[in-house]
């Protein structure tokens, strides 16, 4: 028995679907949305572009903010989304707004559609990457637009963008400059809402809101929702839904999330943090400080001392794109330390973060819950560990209060280890690192002292001595905006105890004169320093002498005390006096500086020379000479007018070339002076030795003679014929060194005058004067000592 074999189609071609009909079915489903049924993303009426980017993403199932406030987004509601870190409310914004835009067949040539606006830079970037994902496959274009990139980049394409993702200042910037319009706008979505509408962003916010069209869809979402009338308003919301998901939960931070407090003195918060980085190695943690050079000191004192952990810092002043950097590296290493001030503590999915820090008490408990909600995201679990000074410990009530769950814990004594030492020695030997560490003292103190709850922050309470050796400083510091205030501060309360005392004297029916003439009791002796210069000033003015009659007042004097000048300047004002507006002066900015010094044109750095005369010595070499240089360094403002400067070189280059010559002209000159001055001291040099020789010859003939005396005294040679008759008359001695020295003075003039003539030939005839000299005295010796030599051997005959 054979069995048939059933056809099988290769191929099934399926029918050609309009895209418009896909629409309208969407559309059409978007009223039988039911919450309590969807629990995957599939469930939804989404296109199928959105469901294969999500699947693409393994994205699934649905959080609970996402499941409830898709739905009504899809059907053109406005939304305010509460719900915890870490729950999904990225996706809750992005879905809608793609699908809105592919419904109404958005493309590039209809321009902006949809408009996002986050508070961050980081969290704009974080929103773009994530709609970069989900929204491969739509046709729509999308625009991040962050202050610290290229403007001109960001013009020439931001009209091509349907989705734009940015920070406020940089959109107004756009709208203001660019003339980026709005007009066909559908949604706007704020991503932490109220960040983005409190003080800080208030004016800008508001400037941007003005611009945009009022017809449109708004989605507002953050864990710490607006709920104020007056914030909604400003948005133009109509009718909008409250979606707060956790808003009858337990607790308002995420349930895998430990916390947890200390109670630690300021002075130790360095020992505390050292010892706990040393003591979590391989672990994740964000560590969160109150201003930005807090954490700049931190990160560079720390990196010198090597815990043996990655380091890394995120702070607004950094550029850009160090900013990105260091945000990426963080989410690829699995055990750093990242210091950070509140710039990272909101929307930033920094991946499976062990610890969040909060080394110095937040401003406020929405600010807590944002700052630990870096951890514990989406199922996951985690630590916070919270550090408050004792003046601080009220913070914990309030966040009892707020449903959030926090425990005492101690620290152990054992594990502490104190770096003083190693940064006493580190800022010792740099002086960048110290200017550091003075800033980051001077910048905690104004960060206490601007907070708005006084109950909690009290900077009176600091012991700031102590806190500026913590942090490695010698001295602390001087914070004078403290100083200013108390100063402040402290005349306030003495007007006021003034105002009292006045009015205590006239219910008692007593005048001021009559208080005067009394003597002092204890009471009335002034204790603080300022109320002694205000008794000193008081007797001050009454120390007025008159010398006149009783009739007429010819001359007064009246004794001022300098240093208490402003003091009377202040009773005068307390009287009613006209001296108020000499009491209150601004302080001189340093723009009013800079205008004073324009005004009189005084010219910086430069400096000016003037002669005994008191006439000012001009440098030819670097003032202009020619009259057309001057006259166009007085007329022309600003520009350079090309013809006239060439025609203004050409004539200073004739100056130069003037100033030039001159120069060789005096080189030659002290040249010559040199020569002269060298030749003369050669020739004195000469003089001298010649008289040095000529005294050393006569010496030794001299020896010779009184030599040839003392060996004559025996024999008689009175015998001896007279030698001139046989040989006829000679020179004596002394006659040939007459002749001798006649020859030489001959020479020497001979020599003198060819000396004149040229120094090459004047060096070469003093040499072979030398050597002839040298010469004659040797062969007038060699003769005297053979002529003694034959008056010896006659003798012995």
Same mark, same amino acid.
Request: with cysteine.
């Given at each position: ?106 493309? %590039? *040539? @209809?321009?902006?559609?949809?408009? +996002?606006? !986050? =508070?961050? &830079?980081? /969290? ?32 020439? %394409? *931001? @009209?091509?963008?349907?989705?734009? +993702?940015? !920070? =406020?200042? &940089?959109? /107004? ?625």
């Amino acid at each position: 028995m054979t069995m048939g074999k059933k056809k099988v189609k290769a191929y099934v071609k399926r029918k050609h679907v309009p895209e418009s009909k896909i629409i309208e079915d969407l559309l059409s489903k978007y009223s039988t949305i039911d919450v309590t049924k969807t629990k995957k993303f599939c469930d939804l009426p989404l296109s199928r572009n959105t469901l294969r980017g999500l699947t693409e993403c393994d994205y699934v199932e649905m959080t609970d903010i996402q499941r409830q406030s898709i739905g009504f987004a899809l059907q053109g509601n406005d939304i305010l989304g509460a719900a915890k870190t870490g729950s999904g409310k990225t996706l809750a914004f992005l879905i809608p707004v793609l699908e809105a835009l592919y419904c109404k067949q958005w493309t %590039r *040539l @209809d321009g902006l559609g949809a408009l +996002i606006i !986050t =508070p961050t &830079r980081e /969290l704009a970037y974080q929103i773009y990457e994530t709609l970069r994902k989900i929204g491969h496959y739509h046709d729509v274009s999308g625009g991040l637009i962050i202050g610290g990139k290229d403007l001109n980049f960001e013009k020439k %394409r *931001l @009209d091509q963008c349907n989705i734009v +993702i940015c !920070t =406020p200042g &940089r959109l /107004l910037q756009h709208m203001d400059e660019n003339r980026f319009s709005c007009e066909n706008m559908q949604i706007l979505v704020l991503d932490e809402a109220d960040r983005c509408l409190d003080m800080g962003f208030e004016k800008t916010m508001n400037a941007i809101i003005e611009n945009l069209p009022p017809e449109r869809q708004t989605l507002l979402f953050s864990a710490t929702q607006t709920k104020s009338v007056k914030d909604l308003a400003r948005l133009s919301l109509k009718d909008p839904l409250y979606v707060s998901v956790h808003e009858h939960s337990a607790h308002t931070t995420p349930e895998g999330l430990q916390q947890s407090y200390i109670v630690c003195a300021l002075e130790d918060k360095m020992a505390m943090l050292w010892s706990f980085i040393r003591n979590h190695l391989k672990q994740k943690m964000i560590i969160f400080f109150s201003s930005c050079k807090q954490v700049k000191y931190v990160y560079e004192v720390f990196c010198r001392m090597r815990p043996g952990v990655s380091l890394l810092a995120l702070y607004g002043t950094l550029h850009q794109l160090k900013r990105l950097s260091i945000y990426e590296s963080f989410c690829r290493k699995q055990h750093a330390v990242l210091f950070a001030t509140d710039i990272a503590s909101r929307g930033l999915d920094f991946p499976a973060v062990n610890w969040v820090i909060q080394m110095d008490c937040p401003e406020d408990v929405n600010a807590y819950i944002h700052r630990v909600g870096r951890t514990a995201r989406f199922k996951s679990g985690g630590e916070s560990l919270l550090v408050l000074l004792p003046s601080e410990e009220a913070m914990v009530e309030k966040l009892e209060q707020r449903k959030i769950p926090i425990n005492m814990i101690q620290i152990n004594p054992n594990k502490l280890q104190s770096p003083h030492r190693k940064l006493e020695a580190l800022l010792a030997a740099s002086v960048p690192l110290k200017e550091s560490a003075q800033r980051a003292f001077v910048a905690y103190i104004k960060s206490v002292y601007l907070m708005k709850d006084k109950e909690v922050f009290n900077v009176h309470a600091l012991n700031k001595d102590l806190y500026a050796n913590s942090l490695g400083l010698a001295v602390a510091p001087k914070i004078r905006f403290l100083q200013r205030i108390q100063k402040k501060m402290a005349t306030s309360s003495i007007k006021a105890g003034e105002e009292t005392d006045k009015s205590s004297t006239k219910l008692a029916g007593g005048s001021e004169e009559a208080n005067d003439e009394d003597d002092t009791d204890v009471e009335d002796i002034p204790n603080t320093p300022y109320q002694k210069k205000e008794a000193i000033a008081k007797d001050a003015a009454a120390l007025q002498f008159d010398v006149s009659d009783d009739d007429d007042d010819v001359l007064t004097i009246k004794r001022k005390n300098i240093d208490i000048d402003d003091i009377s300047v202040m009773e005068n004002d307390k009287s009613g006096g006209h001296d108020k507006k000499a009491s209150k002066k601004k302080p001189v900015t340093r723009i009013a500086l800079a205008k004073k010094i324009l005004k009189k044109k005084i010219v910086a750095n430069k400096k000016v020379v003037f002669d005994e005369d008191g006439q000012e010595i001009i440098d030819s070499a670097k003032a202009n000479k020619s009259e057309l240089a001057r006259q166009y360094e007085n007329e022309v403002d600003s520009g350079i007018n090309i013809e006239i400067a060439k025609q203004i070189l050409r004539e200073e280059d004739q100056f130069d070339k003037e100033r030039y010559r001159e120069m060789l002209k005096e080189k030659r000159r002290e040249q010559k002076r040199k020569l002269k001055a060298a030749k003369k001291a050669e020739m004195n040099d000469e003089e001298e030795d010649v008289s040095d020789n000529d005294n050393v010859n006569e010496d030794k003939f001299n020896e010779g003679e009184s030599s040839g005396d003392e060996s004559s005294e025996g024999p008689d040679l009175s015998w001896l014929p007279d030698p001139d008759k046989i040989y006829g008359k000679q020179q004596t001695l002394d006659e040939e060194e007459t002749s001798v020295d006649e020859s030489e003075q001959d020479k020497e003039s001979e020599e003198e005058s060819a000396i004149h003539r040229s120094s090459k030939r004047k060096s070469i005839t003093q040499e072979e004067h030398k050597r002839t000299r040298k010469k004659q005295k040797v062969s007038d010796i060699a003769g005297l000592k053979a002529d003694e030599e034959l008056a010896l051997q006659l003798l012995q005959n």
